[in-house]
């Protein structure tokens, strides 16, 4: 579980096939700031651009560490497969603040940036979502975008799916790689556990009760 406020920005520094075909998957060599993993242990989770992983090999001192990925997570999420920057976030602990909202960690489709602009003090960012997310994507709801917990200001649907807006402060422009994005980037989205739910009682209360079912 993880919670979307991004902790540090990492560096993919090396990205090594685990064999010689698609199906394999590929081992991650990342670097953060210093002290970052000082309190990682073998076996933890930590989210990069929002895809949980778990660490399989660190050296606190030297501020690195390893993941492997699957053929499967690479597919089904962006710009894990070459070097750069990445949004880290350890997972949450028991006593940790709920500041952003409930992330799994299991990226829900791939967005692509439609328009990125200053707007006031800060950037409006809008991305065109998948259709199948559509059902999921409302006004002022929760989003997660590369791994950051971000707030819906508007949605529409399109005829390539669904494209939603988000506000961004120079904060979470400082402390997160959404500073590099541009107009067609490719990003990782989550959506909200809640709406995820939301959605399944929807679809279930359509449906009539199969026969001895009891609610
Ligand atoms: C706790 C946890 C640990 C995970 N660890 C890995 C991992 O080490 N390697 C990997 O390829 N996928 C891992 N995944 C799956 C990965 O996050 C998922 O395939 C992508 O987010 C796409 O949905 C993990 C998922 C969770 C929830
Ligand atoms: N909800 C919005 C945020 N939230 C804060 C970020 O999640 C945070 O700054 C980041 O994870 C770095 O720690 N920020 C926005 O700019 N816009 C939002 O709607």
Redesign the pocket.
């Known amino acids: 579980m993880f919670t979307g406020i991004i902790t540090a920005i990492g560096h993919i520094r090396a990205v090594h096939a685990l064999g010689d075909s698609a199906a394999h998957?590929k081992r991650l060599d990342i670097t953060t700031p210093a002290g970052y993993l000082d309190d990682v242990a073998l076996g933890d989770?930590i989210?990069l651009n929002?895809?949980?992983?778990?660490v399989?090999a660190f050296d606190a001192a030297a501020a690195q560490f390893s993941?492997?990925?699957?053929a499967?997570?690479?597919r089904?999420?962006a710009g894990l497969d070459q070097p750069g920057p990445v949004n880290l976030e350890k997972?949450l602990r028991a006593a940790d603040r709920l500041g952003g909202h409930i992330v799994?960690?299991?990226?829900?489709g791939i967005g692509q940036v439609s328009h990125f602009a200053p707007v006031g003090e800060s950037h409006e960012l809008r991305i065109l979502a998948p259709q199948a997310l559509a059902p999921f994507l409302a006004y002022k709801g929760s989003i997660t975008v590369q791994g950051v917990s971000l707030t819906v200001n508007a949605v529409r649907d399109v005829p390539q799916g669904c494209e939603f807006s988000i506000n961004l402060i120079a904060h979470t422009l400082a402390h997160t790689t959404l500073q590099y994005l541009q107009t067609g980037s490719r990003v990782?989205l989550?959506v909200d556990l809640m709406a995820r739910y939301v959605a399944r009682m929807l679809e279930c209360q359509a449906r009539p009760a199969a026969p001895g079912q009891t609610p």
């Not at 799994?104 to 829900?108: A, K, N």
């Open positions: 998957g989770s989210a929002g895809a949980c992983m778990t399989t993941i492997e990925i699957s499967e997570s690479l089904l999420t997972a799994s960690g299991h990226v829900d990782n989550e």
